[in-house]
Each structure stands twice: as structure tokens, then as C-alpha cells.
């Protein structure tokens, strides 16, 4: 059997070097566990950036991909295919929204609503409605569409020239938003809590006021909740949480438990805004996406996780607090809510180096904003694990590497 280096040196001989992966090699995983090439086994608190929602190898999530795999894995957009309708069927029953469209990921789920809303009000005789507005430090996925309204001038670099009619704003800044909404604005797109921009919170009544935005001015109100959606926050939908509904939302990430899969989920209000021909994805929709989809649902309701997700965010929001109120460990501040949280390191700290210690010590967590460490567990997390994950965080923050001056 090869190890770790004879993996990375083939890995660096034909893989494209867009991503910069720390230097091991995972090879299988159980829950919150997941264990290397080289038999080093690691606490798993990032879950593949919230994409794990029931964790590693449920047994639930692999009999069902198994069982559908040796049935009918793919037919086309041409015909029906029972899946997709049982979970359309699942979502829409759960969320309140009118329609599902189905693609493979985030970013094309966004797209997805970017064409919903221009068609929307080209489809009601308002074609020059297409401006797109979006928010600073947002992050909407690396497709044109999706790349131009993410709020964050690094991931342009480079890469232009990009949609048109797109304006940004500060997030959070409804006074901002105001001013730049108004009869060409085709919609206002947000995600309810920005995640890779550093697990922001919105400040009470933001959303709200968006809706009420959006209403007075005719526009489209879309809800990034790629991340946050399916429990990750407490709540099925973060939408939910804040009391605010949007016209449309866009899942992907946790909803089928690591098997790609992304959601477009509508309002009846918009639900006619893409007719035949308008918009497709060849796998979108797929019997074995939507079977992995059903499973996690069930896991869901058979271990309770959206309310787990409530409670033990709810303990890991004060053990964390605690760690910043100790005042001894180089951090600022908590952020996030439910199981999307983490610890603002202080200015001195290097966060890559932290993240690189953290590894060595097993612990794997992710960085968000650039100088978050980001929590995102499995949803199926106990709160030993948490305890041992915060255990491992407080012994490398109690000696965290430096940044050279
Ligand atoms: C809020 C949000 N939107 C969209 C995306 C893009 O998703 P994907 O990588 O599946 O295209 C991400 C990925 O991190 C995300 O966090």
C-alpha cells in the first residue's frame, strides 16, 4: 500500500494546481472520523465544509445510494424519473416553496436563480428589469454568474470581463441597499448568514427590511442558503430562523450527504419564470442524487438533527464564548450560529500555520473570511466530539503560530 508522500508526488505530477490541499491523504470515514492513507485518524469538525451533513459512511445514505445505483441511475430531463418527484415532493412540503429545479452544486443552483429572476420580469413584459444586486464579502460559487456577485475582488483576478449588470453593496447595510434598488433591479441576492466571508450574522432586522425592499420595488428577493441550508443553523431552512421568506433559495452542499447535488427551490409567485427550454442540467435531477437526497431527509427526521443542530449549537455558542471571555488565547470574537460557528483569530495569529497545527494534532476545521476558524461539523456530531475538537483547539491556540513580521 502507498503512503501519504508517494500519493501527494503523483497527485502533484497530473493534478491542476487551482487548489492547495493540506498534505494528507484521506482514504475513509465513519461518523466524525476519518482516517488517512498512512492509518492517522482525525476528528472531522469541518465535514467537508458542511457538505456531511449525516457525517462520514452512514449506513442509512450508503445502502440507499447502493440499493438505487443497482436500479436506475440516470434517464435525462426527457422523461420522469420517480426520485426527483418524491423529493421535490419532500421539499416543497417542507419549506412552504411552490417548485423544485434540481442541478449538481451551488454555484449552478445560483445561476439557476439568476436566470429565474431576469426571466421573471421578462416574462411579465419588464425586460430591462435585469440588474442583479448583490452584497460585499458574499460568496455565491466560481461560475460567471455565481463569480461576478460574490462580494470578493480576489476571486475576480484575473477573470474578466464579467456578467454585466451587477451592483454590490455592504452587507448588513440597508441604508446601502436603498439606495441602489429600485426599478431596474431585477432582484437583491444575500445569503441569510455570509459564510465564507467569515460566518456573519446579519444585524437584527436586516433581512426583514430586504423583504420589505424588495416588495415596495418590485424586485426578486433570493436566498443564498448553500451553506446554511438543511439544519445548519438550528432551523430546516436559516430563512426560517430569521422569519423572513424569500422568492427563491439555493441548496446544494449537506442535501444529499456529500453526493453532488444542488436545489433551486421557488415561490409560486416565480414558479412560471423559467418555461420549457429555458434552463436544464444534463445530471440534475438524477434517480441516484435524488435517492442519496430522500435518505438524508430520512436521517434527519429519524435522529432528530435539525433540533440537535439547535441544541449543541446553542452549547458549542457558550463553550466557545468561554474560550473568548478567558481572554488568555489569541481570538476575538465567536461567530456564526447553530453548527456554522468559529473563533475570530487575533491580527498576530497566521491562520494558515494555525490550520496546518491544527491538522498535525488531528483536527480538521476550515477557514472562513480568511482569519475565521471555521466549525461545520457532521449535523450527527456528539458533544464529546465538540468537547474533544475545542480541547484540541485550545492547546494549539495556547502556543498558535505567529505571522512573521
Ligand atoms: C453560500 C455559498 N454559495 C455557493 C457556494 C458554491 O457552491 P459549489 O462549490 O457547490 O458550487 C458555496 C460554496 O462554498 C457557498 O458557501
Not at 418527484?85 to 423544485?100: C, Q, V, Y
Not at 449549537?313 to 474560550?323: E, S, V
Not at 473570511?369 to 465538540?386: A, F, H, N, T, Y
Request: with cysteine; charged share 20%.
Amino acid at each position: 500500500m502507498e503512503n501519504t508522500s508517494a500519493w501527494l508526488e503523483r497527485a502533484r505530477r497530473v493534478q491542476l494546481g487551482n487548489y492547495a490541499p493540506a498534505p494528507i491523504v484521506l482514504e475513509r470515514g465513519e461518523g466524525c472520523r476519518v482516517v488517512d492513507v498512512d492509518g492517522r485518524s482525525y476528528l472531522d469538525l469541518s465535514g467537508g465544509i458542511a457538505v456531511l451533513s449525516v457525517g462520514h459512511a452512514h449506513p442509512v445514505l450508503a445502502q440507499a445510494i447502493a440499493a438505487q445505483a443497482s436500479e436506475l441511475i440516470h434517464v435525462s430531463n426527457l422523461f420522469y424519473n420517480a426520485r426527483a418527484i418524491e423529493f421535490a415532493e419532500a421539499l416543497t412540503a417542507r419549506t412552504g416553496f411552490s417548485r423544485a429545479f434540481f442541478c449538481n452544486s451551488g454555484t449552478e443552483a445560483n445561476e439557476a436563480m439568476l436566470k429565474l429572476a431576469r426571466r421573471y420580469h421578462h416574462e411579465r413584459g419588464e425586460a430591462g428589469r435585469v440588474e442583479i444586486v448583490s452584497t460585499e464579502r458574499s460568496f455565491h460559487g466560481r461560475t460567471y454568474g455565481a463569480l461576478t456577485i460574490t462580494g470578493q475582488p480576489k476571486y475576480h483576478e484575473g477573470m474578466g470581463p464579467l456578467l454585466g449588470g451587477v451592483r454590490t453593496v455592504p452587507y448588513g447595510d440597508l441604508d446601502a441597499m436603498r439606495a441602489v434598488v429600485g426599478k431596474s433591479t431585477a432582484a437583491v441576492i444575500v445569503e441569510p448568514l455570509q459564510a465564507e466571508g467569515g460566518l456573519v450574522v446579519p444585524p437584527p432586522g436586516y433581512l426583514a427590511g430586504l423583504r420589505e425592499l424588495c416588495d415596495q420595488s418590485g424586485a426578486l428577493l433570493l436566498f443564498d442558503e448553500v451553506q446554511t441550508g438543511y439544519g445548519r443553523l438550528g432551523s430546516f431552512l436559516a430563512s426560517e430562523l430569521f422569519g423572513v421568506r424569500p422568492d427563491a433559495c439555493s441548496l446544494a452542499k449537506g442535501i444529499a450527504g456529500g453526493f453532488p447535488l444542488g436545489a433551486m427551490l421557488v415561490s409560486e409567485k416565480a414558479s412560471a419564470a423559467l418555461p420549457p427550454g429555458s434552463h436544464a442540467s444534463t445530471f440534475g435531477g438524477n434517480p441516484l442524487a435524488c435517492a442519496a437526497a430522500l435518505a438524508v431527509l430520512r436521517i434527519f427526521d429519524d435522529e432528530g438533527l435539525v433540533e440537535r443542530s439547535r441544541t449543541l449549537g446553542a452549547t458549542l455558542a457558550q463553550k466557545l464564548d468561554a474560550i473568548v471571555a478567558e481572554g488568555s488565547l489569541p481570538v476575538i470574537e465567536r461567530r456564526g450560529l447553530g453548527l456554522l460557528q468559529g473563533l475570530r483569530l487575533h491580527d498576530s495569529i497566521d491562520p494558515a500555520a494555525t490550520f496546518r497545527r491544527l491538522i498535525d494534532e488531528g483536527l480538521l476545521v476550515s477557514l472562513a473570511g480568511g482569519d475565521v476558524i471555521r466549525l461545520s461539523p457532521p449535523l450527527v456530531v456528539s458533544e464529546s466530539e465538540l468537547d474533544e475538537g475545542l480541547h484540541i483547539l485550545r492547546r494549539v491556540l495556547a502556543d498558535a503560530p505567529r505571522k512573521s513580521a
